[in-house]
């Protein structure tokens, strides 16, 4: 009896304790979600501002669609994102014979900084955004 006691306890700690981990590393995609004003800076045509609009994946639960990634154009360019926590990864992929990777961060659930590369074939783009939440 003491045996099965222990064995549950043990269970109910193990499962306790990856709950807590996996609350410390998840941030809610409502927190992605909505429409940003994208200020970016562009080594090859260097500074702009336009709105983006970040959605939940269709079918991924951790990753999120940005359209309009790069100003390429509203329903043209949906950049696919995995997310882990606030941390953000733009895996290669190519957007409208754009190939785009990179990296970003989410602060205080209004602010998202970016770095990527934006290639058509012309060479390298290095690009920097802070993407600003307006609901």
């Not at 045996?3 to 043990?10: G, N, P, Q, R, T």
């Not at 700690?13 to 609350?23: A, G, I, T, V």
């Not at 409208?96 to 602010?111: H, K």
């Not at 934006?118 to 390298?124: C, L």
Request: charged fraction near 15%; glycine fraction near 6%.
């Amino acid at each position: 009896m003491k045996k099965i006691i222990f064995y549950s306890f043990v269970v109910t700690l193990l499962f306790s304790c990856q709950k807590d981990d996996e609350k410390d590393n998840s941030s809610p995609i409502s927190n992605f979600t909505g429409t940003w004003v994208c200020e970016e800076n562009s080594q090859q045509l260097g500074q702009s501002i336009y709105s983006v609009y970040i959605n939940p994946h269709s079918s991924i639960a951790n990753r999120i669609v940005i359209d309009n990634f790069y100003n390429i154009g509203v329903q043209l360019s949906y950049a696919q994102v995995e997310l882990n926590g606030n941390n953000l990864n733009l895996f290669l992929q190519n957007i409208n014979g754009f190939d785009v990777s990179g990296s970003g961060t989410l602060i205080n659930n209004s602010q998202i900084n970016m770095s990527y590369i934006a290639d058509d074939g012309s060479g390298p783009d290095n690009v920097t955004a802070i993407f600003t939440k307006t609901n």
